[in-house]
């Protein structure tokens, strides 16, 4: 059994304003949806003691409770069980906030997981329920019910070299914020009553021992989903070859698809309304595909001396079928085919035409002098390429002054994807000088990247190009710089398995951003006692 608590308070209580591209305190945060960067003195901020930010300086506060029971009837049969609840409140860049990144995330839940192994037959049950408010204080109803469960059937049969493992799947989450709405005929909130994915999976692995240097291995499986209602075939193939005890050569090509996201298909909510001049739909969509990827990786491990071990793999993925998240105008005053005396706007999910190949090589190497002292350094080099990509090149309020909307228009173009680090790596250092003491040092590193929000970029970068507003720069862009950051830690073990430690991540107190529009991370230092009963 094990219990935990944690809480933590931001380096920082300011945020990213999405129209102007500054860090201010909230009380300076406008939602991009009503304001107009040509006339700044007109944009409302938020107030004082908004609920989306009742406690700017929290960045998480969470207590969880664990329980676990393994019960051995015999050699071949064997059962666990565990269970757990948590609490926590925390602020992250989770959903998409349209007056910041940061919001409010608060979650109670509990789980159970239990493990039957009989004679080769293996059983797992699982379930997840709770309460989550995804964006607390945002004006639309973001807080729901869901129940999770899955269950898993799997049988491992041997022939000689040969073993098979079929299997049976059965995932199932639901979601509903029936409870916390208006009135039952509320459009207020994100999915506005019960919204349920399921799954049925069957698959087949086998393991084929070709020759004591050669194995073989293959995956298939087959999914049905509820949403989209169609089937999906993925498969995994990997041969390794072992020409000897120090010597290791790997293949594989597989693909895989990327399971269904309740917003993509249950988003159904509404802003504004006709009277006050904006109506403006979120809707999710029935016939979006999943996005999916074939992979290829080669690889090469070597014990090339008793101290020394190198691990090589080079890959190559494809991926398509991205979602995203387009407006499309159906009447403005200023729309030629339906004038309205309001804007008329709905948010689509749609798959995007983007095609993502990425290219890579993962090197890693362990060197251990003595037992008392290892040495590992690992690195990743890769580059995403981005094929069709849209762009736009005109938002949607070309003429904030005078309200002028019209559909985004959209260029295709190829680019480097440069959110994604081009370089990540480190090295790791263990020192155990004595039985009892224990010293580790870590550093790691990666490369500069650029987070780019479409609708802050798109709409305020056009702004600040087509207007002289003096001061305004736009926004929507995040440069992370390169950023190395080193970790220690030493432990004392004072009584069998318990022990005291000082521990120190960002030693050096780097205070740099590590993700788009996010905090500034600074050092944590932490002093504590392991107790093991």
């Known amino acids: 059994m094990s219990a935990n608590y944690e809480k933590r308070e931001r380096f920082t209580t300011d945020y990213y304003n999405w129209v102007d591209g500054t860090y201010g305190p909230y009380t300076n945060l406008i939602d991009y949806m009503s304001s107009d960067p040509t006339n700044p003195g007109g944009n409302k901020p938020l107030q004082p003691n908004h609920p989306t930010y009742k406690n700017p300086e929290l960045a998480k506060d969470k207590y969880g409770v664990n329980a676990w029971l393994h019960y051995q009837a015999s050699k071949k049969v064997d059962f666990s069980a565990s269970a757990g609840i948590q609490n926590s409140s925390a602020q992250t860049v989770f959903m998409e906030g ?60 041997t022939l000689g070299d040969l073993t098979v493992r079929p299997g049976l799947s059965y995932q199932r989450i639901a979601y509903d914020d029936s409870d916390y709405l208006p009135n039952a005929d509320s459009k207020n ?62 293949a594989s090509y597989s693909k895989a698809n990327r399971g269904p996201v309740i917003v993509d298909f249950y988003t159904n909510y509404e802003e504004g309304s006709p009277a006050n001049g904006q109506f403006i739909q979120y809707l999710g969509n029935d016939h979006m595909e999943l996005s999916t990827s074939n992979v290829i990786e080669l690889g090469y491990r070597g014990q090339l ?173 995040a440069e992370l710089e390169a950023n190395t950051t080193v970790n220690a830690k030493v432990s004392y073990k004072v009584y069998k398995n318990s022990s005291v430690f000082v521990n120190a991540r960002n030693l050096f107190n780097s205070n740099k951003r590590q993700f788009g529009f996010a905090d500034e991370m600074g050092g944590l230092y932490l002093v504590g006692v392991n107790i093991n009963l």
Request: charged share 15%; hydrophobic share 30%; net charge negative.
């Open 189 to 250: 909130g994100y999915i506005n009553g019960e919204a349920i994915l399921s799954n049925f999976a069957y698959y087949l692995r086998g393991d084929y021992q070709a020759s004591e240097k050669l194995r073989l291995i293959a995956a298939l499986r087959m999914d049905h989903y509820n949403k989209p209602e169609d089937n999906y075939f993925t498969y995994q193939l990997i041969g390794t070859y072992k020409p000897n005890d120090n010597n290791l050569f790997r």
């Open 305 to 477: 001396t008793k101290q020394l071990q190198v691990d090589l793999e080079a890959f190559y993925s494809v991926t398509e079928n991205f979602s995203t998240f387009e407006p499309t105008i159906l009447g403005s005053p200023t729309h030629t085919e339906n004038p309205l005396p309001y804007l008329h706007l709905a948010f689509n999910y749609q798959n995007a035409p983007v095609i993502a190949k990425q290219t890579g090589l993962t090197a890693s190497v362990f060197y251990a002098p003595s037992t008392k002292l290892q040495f590992k350094a690992f690195g990743t080099v890769q580059k995403t390429a981005l094929e069709d990509l849209a762009i736009k090149e005109t938002p949607m309020l070309i003429d904030p002054g005078n309200l002028v909307f019209m559909d985004p228009t959209y260029e295709l173009v190829d680019q480097t994807h440069k959110q994604t680090p081009s370089f990540y790596g480190g090295m790791t250092a263990n020192y155990r000088p004595v039985e009892k003491l224990n010293v580790f040092v870590g550093l790691n590193y990666y490369s500069k990247q650029t987070y780019t929000h479409d609708y802050a970029y798109s709409q305020y970068h056009y702004i600040s190009t087509e207007y002289s507003i003096p001061g305004y720069t736009g926004s929507g862009v």
């Open 98 to 157: 349209s007056r910041t990144p940061l919001t409010t995330r608060e979650s109670e839940s509990f789980y159970f997981n239990s493990q039957s192994n009989i004679h080769g037959l293996s059983l797992q049950f699982s379930g997840n329920f709770g309460t989550q408010d995804i964006y607390v204080g945002s004006g639309t109803t973001s807080k729901y019910d869901y129940n999770n469960i899955d269950a898993i059937l799997e049988y491992d049969w």
